[in-house]
């Protein structure tokens, strides 16, 4: 699997859009570009999901350059309960393939 | 909204004892899987499970741990003679039979104490 690189921690204030980068130099071309999140030591929360497209859903954007090589996790109005760590994956197509978690990004959103 | 739920959430056992965590994947999912992760440490996977048999296990699946899905309903994963090192959250996870997508949903988890 392609390795990440994320920064191990950010600050955002409330009401404001929260970027998270992810470096992922090393995709390939079958490879989607996931994002979790964890809570405290709650179970880890999809989020999004691309393969080269930019995506959008109810919690998040998604912006994947066009050489595939990084992606944003953009969170357009930040909250106190996005408070979380944010894990950026990149996974193989295909059914039952598992998810490689590195360490992530921490982010705090603050008042 | 359908959930991934485990039980029980919090379970003590004493080193050597056998234990069983329980998952109830979302109901229409076929692929299910198991993953843990030690306080303070990175989310590790275990094991996933499709059609009655192991998918992939990782290194740290050995011969103490067993899964089955012994009904229609229930994913569980059983540590023979629990280790202190067992000490963890379990997370169950589960996805959607359809495509490439293969979002996984996980559950809330169940913290396992081995003194």
């Known amino acids: 699997d392609a390795k990440t690189t994320q920064p191990p921690s950010m600050d955002c204030a409330e009401g404001r859009a929260a970027n998270l980068p992810c470096n992922h130099s090393?995709?390939?071309?079958?490879?989607?570009v996931y994002w979790y999140r964890q809570i405290h030591s709650q179970g880890p929360q999809y989020i999004i999901h691309?393969?080269?497209n930019n995506e959008t859903n109810e919690m998040a954007s998604l912006i994947i350059t066009e050489d595939r090589k990084s992606s944003t996790l953009i969170l357009p109005h930040a909250t106190l309960r996005d408070t979380a760590v944010y894990y950026c994956?990149?996974?193989?197509?295909?059914?039952?393939?598992?998810?490689?978690f590195g360490t992530g990004t921490r982010l705090q959103v603050t008042l | 909204e359908p959930e991934v739920t485990q039980t029980p959430s919090h379970q003590v056992t004493q080193m050597g004892q056998e234990v069983i965590l329980r998952c109830v994947p979302i109901?229409?999912?076929?692929?299910f899987y198991w993953y843990r992760q030690i306080l303070g440490q990175k989310v590790e996977f275990l094991v996933s499970?499709?059609?009655?048999?192991?998918?992939?296990k990782s290194e740290i699946f050995d011969d103490q741990f067993s899964v089955e899905r012994p009904d229609g309903s229930n994913f569980t994963l059983k540590i023979r003679s629990t280790k202190l090192e067992d000490s963890a959250m379990y997370f169950c996870?589960?996805?959607?039979?359809?495509?490439?997508?293969?979002?996984?949903?996980f559950g809330a988890g169940t913290r396992l104490s081995v003194l």
């Open positions: 996870a589960s996805s959607e039979p359809a495509g490439q997508q293969n979002i996984q949903y």
């Open positions: 090393t995709i390939s071309g079958n490879e989607y």
């Open positions: 691309g393969l080269k």
């Open positions: 994956i990149v996974r193989p197509a295909g059914a039952a393939s598992k998810l490689t």
């Open positions: 109901s229409n999912h076929l692929y």
């Open positions: 499970f499709y059609n009655n048999e192991i998918s992939e």
